[in-house]
């Protein structure tokens, strides 16, 4: 198979460069620890300025962890807004109350903690999703809820409109 190829830019002069990886390649031990302090950096630069509000507001660092769990367990490299169902807010919220769910669930059953990481309790959220189906509870409740945020938003986006035409005319 011909090695394949890429450009980069450095010092505004593009080179070739060999495409080295594929998916489904093993991978070395130095490759995997360059990966994986990559990702440390990403999720550490992504998740930075939400560390910084939880702190204004005072939020505790279990919340904090368990919130960082669910979005490393979602994270996939190149994918904008970390991965996951970003793209989808019914869907990013469903998912949300369907991890707390599973969560409380294990809690109350006494399960394992250690063997339900983040990673296993998205995966168990996504199946109740899946199981329910778009118009199950998860869905219908975070769709309502969603929409009401929207029409929350929009009302105070006409009262900042008045605001803003009270304050033009007052100047003028």
Excluded at 95 to 116: C, F, I, S
Excluded at 121 to 150: C, D, F, H, S, Y
Aim: glycine residues 10%; without cysteine.
């Amino acid at each position: 198979m011909a090695e394949q190829y890429d450009q980069i830019t450095i010092q505004g002069q593009l080179f070739r460069v060999p495409i080295r990886y594929k998916a489904g390649d093993v991978l070395k031990e130095n490759e995997a620890g360059a990966l994986n302090q990559t990702l440390h950096e990403n999720l550490r630069n992504n998740f930075a300025s939400k560390v910084k509000e939880a702190g204004e507001a005072g939020v505790g660092i279990e919340v904090l962890q368990q919130q960082l769990d669910d979005y490393a367990a979602d994270y996939e490299f190149g994918v904008r807004g970390g991965g996951g169902p970003r793209g989808d807010p019914v869907l990013s919220l469903a998912m949300n109350v369907a991890r707390e769910w599973v969560r409380r669930l294990v809690k109350e059953r006494d399960l394992n903690q250690e063997e339900w990481g983040a990673a296993r309790v998205t995966q168990a959220a996504r199946a109740l999703i899946e199981r329910q189906g778009p118009n199950g509870t998860l869905m219908t409740g975070a769709r309502e809820q969603i929409e009401k945020e929207r029409k929350a938003a929009e009302d105070a986006m006409k009262e900042v409109a008045e605001v803003l035409d009270s304050a033009a005319q007052a100047a003028q």
